[in-house]
């Protein structure tokens, strides 16, 4: 790319985040280019999870006509696992069938982020793939004015730079912007997509026209380790995953693939993802040090985005693709401010803190600030607690003809023998806080 | 049970665009006997797609061609592994996702 050649802003990366920065910033007649290192924007893209549109819809009001998502998500399930049981409990309303379908699709993200680049490219946004960036370019007073893709003529110039290059975030690293992932708060997430005729899917989970499932499995779901199960159905395949902190994996001997062989075979899981043809097999890291984590986030002529500044919220909502959506449109909108000004300095940069502050994206991360932290210092959440609540629930509903005063009355004795009554109820208490 | 159970099989089902050259590297004073051993033993086994194995002579061998790009390994041993992004447009192409 020749040097005459200088966009407004470069966008490194192709997912939720940098596409909906993009969106936004060449909506408003902004030069953009967006530069994604895969074939097409979601090629390297994976989650397990719900695509949560409430500000897709602020973006496209109409995408449900031709955005490819799978399922609107009508029912979520919560389960403790034990090592050969099951604890749950959930939800299912037809309500959220309705407008504006909860805002909650199952969706697969190398066809939807591949439609959404497709939008971008429509709101007058350039989208280079094929493109990996491996630094910045600076001026002779060291002022960043582009990056470096790793191509024939790679400088690319722009007054301002937003990283949405996802969790590895190389780029934010080089400016210090963000700190090394740890291995107790980042989790690394594999996941099969399993496909089923559409009626199969629809009867084993009790679904209507194109209800879905999200069913999400806590305590023993990683045999022992930190971390959490899940399934979800598409339209004709079945989302299927496992994952839990790198830090516990280690510690635990656990290969992620060897562990998702031992959760399809859970007996809880089994009946429900058996059969089908495997289509694909996936990895990928999620940053769960939440808040604490956080990168940087402005400085002169650069933005962080998304997962690359770690907004993920790994509590019981599972958000990340609508937190990346959100901060990617606040980016924006500083970012066309600044062009208005004809100022990148951090003077303006600054603004999408301030109003990323203002935000429930934000708002949410501090609220669950302690989570990667409770999650890594209580390890009987995922070992010890399960097993004792499945002997207290299953000898609760044993029929054997005790009365259930004495049931109980026996129950709580064995509890209390086998773990000391306040920390239980610290742990709990503890639990609660980063769970709701 | 699941027809395809082994890493070979999974990485099978995936589609890839192969680059000749490595993006993983392993770092002097890792590259073979008890630290390479150690090294692929307690931690990079880890990695998703089993990238990381040991020959018989006790040298780390980097399946580069198989990786899913997913950083696991270079959170799990930023002293020994040198990981940056494969050639634009290589590698993993996920078609699901």
């Known amino acids: 790319m020749g040097a005459e050649e200088k966009f407004d802003v470069i966008v490194v990366g192709g997912g939720p985040a940098g596409l909906t920065a993009a969106y936004v910033m060449a909506k408003a007649g902004l030069q953009v280019v967006v530069l994604e290192r895969g074939d097409y924007c979601g090629s390297k893209n994976m989650f397990g999870g719900i695509f949560f549109t409430n500000v897709l819809r602020e973006l496209i009001p109409d995408f449900e006509k031709d955005a490819p998502l799978e399922r609107v998500v009508t029912k979520r399930r919560w389960s403790l696992l034990t090592p050969d049981g099951e604890i749950g409990g959930g939800f299912k309303f037809s309500k959220f069938a309705q407008e504006p379908h ?27 793939t094929g493109c990996v960036v491996d630094g910045f370019l600076k001026d002779e007073k060291g002022k960043i004015n582009g990056v470096k893709a790793r191509m024939d003529d790679g400088d690319i110039y722009g007054d301002c730079i937003i990283l949405a290059d996802g969790v590895n975030s190389l780029l934010a690293k080089q400016l210090d912007m963000h700190r090394e992932l740890a291995p107790e708060s980042t989790i690394v997430g594999v996941k099969e997509v399993i496909e089923f005729p559409e009626e199969k899917i629809k009867d084993r989970f009790g679904l209507n026209d194109n209800e879905g499932v999200a069913y999400e499995y806590f305590g023993y779901a990683a045999k022992g380790a930190i971390g959490s199960g899940f399934i979800y159905t598409d339209k004709t395949s079945i989302s299927v995953g496992v994952g839990g902190t790198i830090k516990s994996l280690m510690e635990h001997k656990l290969n992620p693939n060897d562990l998702l062989e031992w959760f399809k075979n859970h007996p809880a899981i089994r009946p429900l993802v058996n059969g089908g043809e495997q289509r694909e097999y996936a990895a990928h890291l999620i940053p ?53 000004a004809n100022d990148f300095s951090e003077v303006m940069t600054a603004r999408y803190e301030h109003r990323l502050r203002e935000s429930s994206a934000m708002k949410d991360m ?71 | 049970m699941s027809k395809f159970t082994s890493m070979e099989d ?42 990381y194995t040991l020959n018989e002579k006790d040298e780390v061998v980097v399946s580069f061609e198989n990786c899913l790009e997913c950083g696991t390994c270079r959170v799990a041993a930023p002293e020994a592994v040198e990981w940056e992004h494969p050639q634009g447009g290589h590698g993993i192409v996920y078609r699901l996702g």
């Open chain 1, 366 to 436: 501090k609220k669950f600030r302690h989570l990667a932290h409770v999650l890594d210092t209580t390890p009987q959440l995922f070992e010890k607690y399960p097993v004792i609540m499945e002997e207290f629930v299953r000898d609760m509903f044993t029929v054997d003809g005790e009365s259930k005063n004495a049931k109980q009355m026996r129950l709580v004795m064995r509890l209390l023998r086998k773990e000391n009554p306040i920390s239980f109820a610290l742990t709990g208490l503890k639990g609660r806080r980063v769970i709701i």
């Open chain 1, 288 to 340: 769960d040090g939440g808040y604490n984590r956080l990168s940087k986030l402005y400085k002169d002529n650069v933005l962080v985005v998304g997962d690359a500044a770690g907004f993920v919220n790994a509590s019981l909502f599972h958000e990340g693709t609508n937190l990346a959506m959100m901060t990617g449109k606040i980016a924006g909108e500083t970012v066309i401010k600044a062009k208005e």
């Open chain 2, 10 to 51: 999974k990485l099978g089902l995936d589609k890839f665009t192969l680059f000749h050259q490595t993006h993983l590297k392993i770092k002097d004073g890792f590259k073979t006997g008890e630290a390479a051993k150690k090294l692929v033993n307690d931690k990079l086994f880890i990695c998703p797609a089993k990238v």
């Open chain 1, 102 to 128: 909860n805002n909650s699709y199952t969706v697969l993200r190398a066809k939807f982020d591949k439609w959404f680049s497709e939008k971008v490219e429509e709101a007058g946004a350039m989208i280079l």
